[in-house]
C-alpha cells in the first residue's frame, strides 16, 4: 500500500528574513518561493498564514542551525521555538533539520545558476536545500 503524497513547506528561520520553498513527494520536486522580512525579529506570521493557507501543506520543515561540530549555537534555540510555533499556531507536523552548510550550498547553487549575490533568493535556495536534505532523510 503506498503512502499518500504530502505538499511540504520548508522555512530556513532567520531573526530578520525567512527563507520558504515548497515541494511535495510525489516526485520529491521542490522550489524555493520566497523570502519573508521578519518584524522587529518576529516572523511575519500574516504572511506565514497566507503562505499555508495558498498551499495547504501536509507537513512543515525547519531548518536547525547547529555549529559544524553538531553543538548548538545560539540561533539553535531560535530556531526550534519557531518550530514549535509553527506546531502551535497551525496544528501540523513541524520536522527539525540539520541545515549545516545549507546556506553554502545556496550559495554555490546561484552562483552556477549565473545569478548575481542576492540575499533574499539566497534565504530562500537554502530552505530548498533544507527540504531536499528531509526528503532524502524520509524517502522510502
Same mark, same amino acid.
Request: charged residues 25%; without cysteine.
Given at each position: 500500500?503506498?503512502?499518500?503524497?504530502?505538499?511540504?513547506?520548508?522555512?530556513?528561520?532567520? %531573526?530578520?528574513?525567512?527563507?520558504?520553498?515548497?515541494?511535495?513527494?510525489?516526485?520529491?520536486?521542490?522550489?524555493? #518561493?520566497?523570502?519573508?522580512?521578519?518584524?522587529?525579529?518576529?516572523?511575519?506570521?500574516?504572511?506565514?498564514?497566507?503562505?499555508?493557507?495558498?498551499? @495547504?501543506?501536509?507537513?512543515?520543515?525547519?531548518?536547525?542551525?547547529?555549529?559544524?561540530?553538531?553543538?548548538? @549555537?545560539?540561533? %539553535?534555540?531560535?530556531?526550534?521555538?519557531?518550530?514549535? @510555533?509553527?506546531?502551535?499556531?497551525?496544528? #501540523?507536523?513541524?520536522?527539525?533539520?540539520?541545515?549545516?552548510?545549507?546556506?553554502?550550498?545556496?550559495?554555490?547553487?546561484?552562483?552556477?545558476?549565473?545569478?548575481?549575490?542576492?540575499?533574499?533568493?539566497?534565504?530562500?535556495?537554502?530552505?530548498?536545500?533544507?527540504?531536499?536534505?528531509?526528503?532524502? @532523510?524520509?524517502?522510502?
Amino acid at each position: 500500500m503506498s503512502k499518500r503524497p504530502l505538499t511540504l513547506l520548508a522555512f530556513d528561520y532567520g %531573526t530578520r528574513r525567512i527563507g520558504v520553498a515548497l515541494g511535495q513527494t510525489l516526485t520529491g520536486g521542490v522550489r524555493p #518561493l520566497l523570502t519573508l522580512n521578519a518584524r522587529n525579529n518576529k516572523p511575519d506570521w500574516d504572511a506565514i498564514s497566507r503562505l499555508l493557507e495558498q498551499w @495547504q501543506p501536509d507537513r512543515l520543515v525547519v531548518g536547525l542551525p547547529l555549529h559544524m561540530d553538531g553543538t548548538e @549555537q545560539p540561533m %539553535t534555540d531560535k530556531a526550534r521555538r519557531f518550530g514549535n @510555533q509553527l506546531k502551535g499556531r497551525y496544528n #501540523l507536523p513541524v520536522d527539525m533539520v540539520d541545515e549545516r552548510l545549507s546556506s553554502d550550498a545556496a550559495e554555490q547553487l546561484l552562483e552556477e545558476r549565473g545569478r548575481r549575490q542576492d540575499r533574499t533568493g539566497l534565504d530562500a535556495v537554502a530552505a530548498t536545500v533544507i527540504l531536499e536534505s528531509w526528503l532524502t @532523510q524520509h524517502h522510502t
